[in-house]
C-alpha cells in the first residue's frame, strides 16, 4: 500500500478544519491549503480551541495537542502540495469548484500522491475523470463534526485501483475512524437516507403540519434523535442540504427527491443557518429563536 506520512487538506471551512485536526492529531504532518489568507488564519485558530476542548475533558494531554498543532502547516497556491503523499478535497458541495480544484491540483502533485474528495454526494467517478489519475482518486467522507464523528464513508469510482481502496481504508483507521463502504451512487449512504428525512421535515414546515419547535421537539422525543432536523439542517448549512437534494433529484430523477420551495427560498434569501446566523432558528438571541 502507498506509505501515506504527509496529507493535504485543500478548504480550509468546517470540514477541511476539522479533517486537519484529526489528521494532526493522529501523527501526520498537514498542509492545509485555501486561498484565503483569513479563513487559514480562522482554522488554526478554531483547531486549538477545539484540541483545548479535548485537553480540558481529559480525551488528549497537553503535549498531544502542541504537537498536533504543530504539525499543521498553512499554504496557498496549487504548487504549495508538492510534498503531500495524500490530498483530501474539502471545498464547497459543487461540482464545477471541485473540478476546477483538481484540474489546478493534478499537475502540481507528484506522480504517487493519491486524491480524495470529501464530497457528500458527488459521483467519484465524474470527479476522478476531471484528474489525471483516476486510478489514484477516492472519495472520503467525514462526518460533521470531524473530531467527534466516527465514521468514514468510503467511495471507489469506476477506475478507483485497488490499493487506492485498501490504503484509504487503513488510513481512515488509523485516525481512529470506522469505515463503511458506500457505492457511488448520489449521496452515497448517510445523505440518501439522512437528507431526504431534513427535506421531508421541511415539507412538514411548508404545509403547516408542525411547528420549527414542534417538528423539533417531536422528532427528538418520538425517534430519540440528538437533533431536531430543522436544527441539523442549520448545522449542516441550507446551501449544501439544497445542494445534496438537487444531485439526488437529478442523479435519480425520482419526484420523491424534489427539494421542497421552502428550502429553495431560504436559500434564496441567504438564510443559511448557523453559519449565516439565520436559518430556521435565529442565531443571534442568547437561545435560538425559530425564525417561522
Not at 494531554?61 to 495524500?86: C, F, H, N, Y
Not at 441567504?270 to 442568547?286: M, P, Q
Request: net charge negative; proline share 5%.
Amino acid at each position: 500500500m502507498t506509505n501515506i506520512r504527509t496529507v493535504g487538506v485543500v478548504g480550509a471551512g468546517q470540514m477541511g478544519s476539522g479533517i486537519a485536526h484529526v489528521c494532526a492529531l493522529s501523527g501526520y504532518d498537514v498542509l492545509l491549503n485555501d486561498m484565503e489568507g483569513e479563513r487559514l488564519d480562522a482554522a488554526l485558530d478554531q483547531i486549538g480551541k477545539n484540541l483545548a476542548r479535548q485537553v480540558g475533558k481529559g480525551a488528549i494531554g497537553e503535549a498531544e495537542a502542541d504537537a498536533a498543532l504543530k504539525r499543521i502547516r498553512t499554504v496557498s497556491g496549487p504548487d504549495s502540495l508538492r510534498e503531500a503523499d495524500l490530498v483530501i478535497e474539502a471545498a464547497t458541495e459543487n461540482e464545477a469548484v471541485k473540478k476546477d480544484i483538481f484540474r489546478a491540483l493534478s499537475p502540481n502533485l507528484k506522480p504517487e500522491c493519491l486524491l480524495a474528495s470529501n464530497t457528500s454526494s458527488i459521483s467519484i467517478t465524474r470527479l476522478a475523470a476531471a484528474t489525471d489519475r483516476p486510478g489514484k482518486f477516492i472519495g472520503l467522507h467525514f462526518m460533521n463534526p470531524v473530531p467527534v464523528m466516527k465514521l468514514v464513508e468510503i467511495i471507489r469510482g469506476i477506475a478507483t485501483e485497488k490499493d487506492t481502496y485498501e490504503t484509504a481504508v487503513a488510513f481512515a483507521q488509523s485516525l481512529g475512524k470506522t469505515t463503511a463502504n458506500a457505492e457511488d451512487f448520489p449521496a452515497f449512504i448517510v445523505n440518501r437516507i439522512l437528507v431526504p428525512m431534513i427535506n421531508e421535515a421541511i415539507f412538514a414546515l411548508y404545509e403547516g403540519v408542525g411547528t420549527v419547535e414542534s417538528i423539533d421537539t417531536a422528532m427528538k422525543l418520538g425517534a430519540n434523535h440528538p437533533m431536531g432536523p430543522l436544527e441539523l439542517a442549520d448545522f449542516i448549512g441550507l446551501d449544501t442540504v439544497l445542494a445534496i437534494m438537487n444531485v439526488l433529484y437529478d442523479g435519480l430523477s425520482d419526484s420523491k427527491y424534489r427539494p421542497c420551495p421552502l428550502l429553495v427560498k431560504y436559500v434564496e434569501a441567504g438564510w443559511l443557518g448557523r453559519k449565516a446566523g439565520r436559518g430556521f432558528y435565529d442565531y443571534s438571541t442568547e437561545t435560538p429563536t425559530p425564525t417561522r
